[in-house]
């Protein structure tokens, strides 16, 4: 009998190194690009381990309960909520690298409009977690904020086109109630915030569609080292379209983070996400029970350098959903 090692992937999930062709979470990948970044990604040090040529640090299966359904956590919205209709995986071969995302790789990226001198500005991001709710930072919502946008991809276009295939133009939401976390301050920890929209937004796939939250107790205990930010405003460059960054959990101590809620991380090269990113994902790809590979939001961008780019950037603050998932829930009419 083989004892394969332990290991951790390139997301800091635990695993062990099995053959290539023996992960059951890579053979849910269809892509062959996206395909080929897994297995390079995650490559175990010593192949001959298994003696079956390449071996992959493939990470642990979600446990389960006695039934076969979710684990979910003891809440009783958990289940209503879901996660079959949630986090689809588009599989580019971008998917794990790269700046600039595919139209409807997020589709659930919302803008925040608000009114001023009876015009409609954008500023800040969301996401869509249900078809009336959206997740976002506290302070994001500070101001006449009355509409949210969703189908968005390049600000200056009316219509995102694709190879001559275009998506459908985006809608906007009113708001009907903004719920802020009761302790939040300014510089509190609990930059957390729902918005509760008039009606169900109709959802389209691949361009308006919620994405998961940690609802069972395997996704609650997950700590992502690396995760993917997304929006309009963490570059400096000059682009108007969705924008997307790897960022790595850098040490709390060290950097002089906040407390327990949030986390600090870095993008490569010392960048990091800015102010107009906030409200945004933190988000990454990881197997779920009963749904396979879904895009899991773990965090909500909270604050960020003022730059965009630069030499040892400040860390970009981000708040933990796992932490706050039960406020989430308490809050949701569903």
């Known amino acids: 009998m083989i004892i394969h090692s332990r290991c951790r992937d390139s997301r ?23 395909k080929e970044s897994f297995i390079r990604l995650n490559l175990c040090k010593s192949d001959a381990l298994t003696g079956q040529g390449r071996s992959i640090c493939c990470a642990d299966a979600p446990a389960q309960t006695g039934n076969g359904q979710p684990n979910w956590i003891e809440h009783p919205k958990a289940a209503r909520l879901g996660l079959q209709t949630c986090g689809s995986v588009a599989m580019e071969d971008n998917i794990f690298q790269g700046t600039k995302a595919a139209i409807g790789q997020y589709p659930w990226m919302v ?50 086109c694709d190879d001559g295939v275009c998506a459908q133009p985006a809608i906007d939401y009113p708001i009907q109630k903004r719920m802020t976390h009761e302790l939040f301050r300014k510089t509190s920890d609990y930059d957390i915030a729902l918005l509760e929209l008039y009606r169900d937004v109709n959802l389209f796939p691949q361009q308006i569609y919620p994405i998961c939250l940690p609802l069972t107790k395997s996704l609650l205990m997950l700590q992502p080292r690396q995760m993917t930010v997304t929006g309009w405003g963490w570059s400096d460059r000059n682009t108007s ?14 950097r002089n983070c906040p407390g327990e809620p949030t986390f600090c991380a870095r993008g490569k090269n010392w960048s990091g996400h800015c102010r107009g ?55 949701m009419n569903i």
């Open 12 to 34: 800091r999930r635990l695993g062990r190194c099995v053959p290539v062709g023996r992960c059951d979470f890579l053979n849910q990948i269809r892509n062959i690009g996206t």
């Open 277 to 331: 990113d906030s409200g945004g994902p933190y988000q990454t790809i990881v197997p779920v029970e009963q749904a396979g590979l879904r895009y899991v939001q773990f965090g909500i961008i909270s604050a960020g350098s003022g730059q965009c780019t630069g030499t040892k950037l400040a860390p970009g603050v981000g708040v933990s959903v796992a932490y706050h998932i039960r406020w989430i829930l308490d809050h």
């Open 241 to 254: 379209v969705l924008l997307e960054a790897d960022m790595h959990v850098v040490d709390r101590v060290k």
């Open 111 to 160: 803008n925040l409009l608000y009114l001023k001198r009876g015009q409609y500005h954008l500023k800040g991001a969301g996401t869509l977690i249900h078809p009336r709710y959206v997740l976002t930072a506290a302070h994001a919502v500070i101001g006449n904020l009355k509409k949210v946008r969703l189908g968005e991809y390049d600000l200056a276009s009316t219509l995102d």
